[in-house]
């Protein structure tokens, strides 16, 4: 009996997900595309692990937000389920694991630019989730979807259409202050890992840091936390100064010298330094992601 032939990039896609098959045949058949057998007679395309794969996935996402929010309604749970499982969410997540690159496809589907088609993504990585879960069962699978799934998974039950914090900041930085949230984004890792890390400017100082798998999370995540640090300083009634504000300086001054004498040792007063944390913007980054867009499946 042959040994099992891993398709190319197996070993590099099962780093990526943290996950080692017992039969690697499975994997293989999950990354074939109906247009591949066509070339290759014997082949078979990957739509059966496909159609299991998008069941379970359904299961786990429902059992994880059920348990987890309570206060959500059946309504609420619909939407939220319906956003995270749909095509282009999964295909995002397809993308960000390279599937594109060992997917395997006929040369017409190739050609076409098949390797980056949002339903072919999101197929095998359906197709991806029915294999893991024939290998290695629920609770091989189970970790695996809410690990690759957790960012889009609190965005979405946050709020869905409630918590968009980039316009919400936007909206309260023009009310209150006049002003317009800039920010500054970088990114760290190679590209399957890739993670990008946002500050957002009030006046020019940074007021929220935030983080994400993709640009738009982790700039919304800034936003959030922006916000909330924003809606303190409101309710304190000390909003943040302008990068420039010559007053910014003499009432630092003034506050230190009435909080600690000439001549007595400093104080520490827990609401002044959080006070102060916020103005200064080393806000605590946050990790709460936008809320993805839903939308139909359409056929490769």
């Not at 309604?73 to 594109?100: C, F, I, Q």
């Not at 197929?123 to 091989?140: H, K, P, R």
């Not at 003499?250 to 001549?263: E, Q």
Request: aromatic fraction near 4%; hydrophobic fraction near 35%.
């Amino acid at each position: 009996m042959s040994a099992p032939v891993a398709a190319p990039g197996s070993v590099e896609l099962c780093a990526r997900l943290g996950y080692e098959f017992t039969d690697i045949d499975l994997l293989t058949l999950a990354v074939t595309h109906r247009s591949y057998p066509a070339e290759h007679p014997g082949a078979v395309p990957n739509e059966r692990l496909e159609f299991l794969g998008d069941s379970v996935l359904s299961v786990v996402v429902t059992d994880h937000i059920y348990r987890t929010y309570p206060a959500l309604a059946e309504g609420e749970l619909a939407k939220v389920r319906a956003s995270v499982v749909s095509a282009r969410t999964l295909a995002d997540v397809a993308g960000a694991l390279d599937l594109g690159s060992i997917v395997r496809l006929g040369k017409g589907e190739a050609a076409s630019g098949g390797r980056n088609k949002p339903s072919i993504l999101a197929d095998t990585f359906e197709a991806i989730i029915g294999a893991v879960y024939l290998d290695g069962g629920l609770e091989a699978i189970r970790p695996l979807i809410l690990e690759l799934l957790d960012d889009h998974i609190t965005a979405c039950a946050e709020g869905p259409g409630g918590h968009d914090y980039k316009t919400r900041l936007q909206e309260l930085a023009a009310r209150h202050l006049g002003q317009q949230p800039v920010y500054d984004v970088r990114d760290e890792g190679p590209d399957h890992e890739k993670r990008f890390f946002a500050t957002v400017l009030l006046g020019g100082r940074p007021f929220g840091a935030g983080e994400g798998r993709s640009k738009k999370l982790s700039e919304q995540a800034a936003a959030r936390s922006a916000w909330e640090a924003l809606v303190d300083s409101l309710d304190e009634g000390s909003l943040p100064p302008s990068e420039g504000d010559p007053q910014v300086g003499a009432r630092d001054a003034a506050s230190m010298t009435a909080t600690n004498p000439p001549g007595q040792p400093d104080a520490i007063d827990p609401d002044a330094e959080a006070t102060s944390t916020r103005r200064s913007g080393t806000v605590p980054p946050a990790t709460v992601p936008s809320h993805p867009e839903e939308s139909e499946r359409s056929d490769a």
